[in-house]
């Protein structure tokens, strides 16, 4: 527990946020029990087996493994001894926290079947960190990060085989948490469950890998706020964004939303990513930006990547600092944008081909630039995630 209030002090100073002074902080850490142990871990196979996609095309979120990992949390009895069982449906009360108060966390990442046939996860560690801040945010019960990883390495050396061959596509990991008080009373819970499925996935997009997308920076919606929980993988993050999204895709021809926030429309994050600029900025310098971390934005894991491999390159500017619309729309007007793209556990980099913003279309020279950067940056990652280059970013499953 120490080590995960520590964590958590450690972010919420870097992102200038009170958070270690929160009362609920506090309370949680008081009052959880001891984490459950992968040496507990118990295995109940599967008498029917399902038939394996075809990896080549895979439709992202759709298809899931033989088997799941299922751990139950109580105030009074702190957490049962995990289980690995046949993948199937959740029996909860009607009246469960998480049906009504929204009590829910979850986290994505990858499996990769490198080119020597090795299966490793890459950097489970920063996505164990933010599932602890989720779960202190939203009242949830406190775990061993470690413990956790390693139940679900374990729930992957079960169902290995589904970890396509194939360097287009991976093994995606849905670790949730669910409040399942059952009872009405808005409070923290006093029951909890935690779960893992796991999946074989290609493109997040239909249009494919590394295919430009158009993005309409929307002006009346507003994703999350200062003082918020954008900073948490919440469920209630998610939600809200699915009618807004619909608009984009069927009234403005747009893939994603680009959120916005405040009178000066700050640039925020796409939906299913965090957002990246590579321009001349106005002091005539070549520069990566990246909105700050204040709060109201996802601490992406692929975004950390990025930024750590361009700071690594030493070649140009790298920012984390706030920018809006204005800058961005005299940068097209001037001609100092090179490119704009998206990056996501899902999508890994995604280039954006334009952006459209009141009524009016700004076209971004991504793709007519020849997207070195973000191609760069895709094929980098790729490496490392199929193994192509050593990395200490990917832990080791096998």
């Known amino acids: 527990m120490a080590g995960v209030f520590k964590v958590l002090c450690q972010v919420s100073h870097k992102q200038g946020r009170r958070v270690a002074h929160q009362p609920w902080i506090n309370h949680m850490t008081r009052r959880s029990l001891a984490s459950f142990k992968a040496s507990d871990l118990q295995i109940q196979l599967s008498t029917e087996l399902k038939q394996k996609p075809d990896p080549n095309n895979l439709v992202f979120g759709k298809e899931f493994t033989d088997h799941m990992l299922v751990v139950d949390w109580t105030k ?28 829910e966390l979850f986290e994505g990442m990858k499996a990769y079947r490198g080119v020597d046939g090795t299966i490793r996860l890459f950097r489970p560690y920063a996505n164990m960190d933010r599932m602890s801040i989720s779960a202190a945010r939203c009242a949830l019960p406190a775990f061993d990060k470690d413990e956790l990883l390693k139940c679900m390495s ?180 001037e001609n100092r944008i090179y490119e704009i793209f998206g990056a996501g556990t899902a999508c890994v980099v995604c280039p954006v081909s334009s952006i459209l913003y009141k009524d009016e279309d700004l076209e971004i020279p991504t793709m007519k630039n020849g997207a070195k950067l973000a191609t760069r940056f895709y094929n980098e990652l790729n490496d490392i995630q199929y193994g192509r280059v050593q990395n200490d970013w990917m832990y080791n499953v096998d």
């Open 76 to 103: 009074d009895g702190g957490w049962t001894a995990p289980t690995i069982v046949p993948f199937g449906n959740l029996s909860i009360h009607p009246a469960s926290s998480s049906l009504h108060y929204a009590i």
């Open 154 to 333: 374990e729930l992957i050396r079960v169902d290995r085989d589904w970890v396509p061959h194939s360097t287009t596509s991976s093994l995606y990991v849905r670790p949730t948490m669910i409040g399942t008080e059952p009872s009405l009373g808005v409070s923290p819970p006093t029951q909890a469950k935690l779960f893992v499925i796991i999946g074989p996935v290609g493109p997040y997009f239909s249009t494919g890998t590394f295919n430009p997308v158009r993005l309409y920076a929307d002006t009346e919606h507003v994703r999350a706020w200062k003082g918020g929980v954008g900073y948490a993988k919440l469920g209630s993050n998610y939600g809200p964004t699915i009618m807004p999204q619909v608009n984009a895709i069927n009234n403005k021809g747009c893939q994603q939303i680009l959120w916005l926030y405040e009178d000066e429309h700050y640039v925020t994050e796409v939906g299913t990513m965090n957002i990246m600029m590579y321009w001349k900025n106005e002091q005539g310098e070549d520069e990566l930006v990246t909105p700050t971390l204040d709060g109201t934005i996802l601490p992406g894991v692929t975004r950390k990547s990025l930024l750590e491999l361009a700071r690594k390159w030493g070649e140009f500017k790298v920012s984390e600092r706030p920018f809006t619309m204005k800058d961005l729309v005299k940068g097209v007007k």
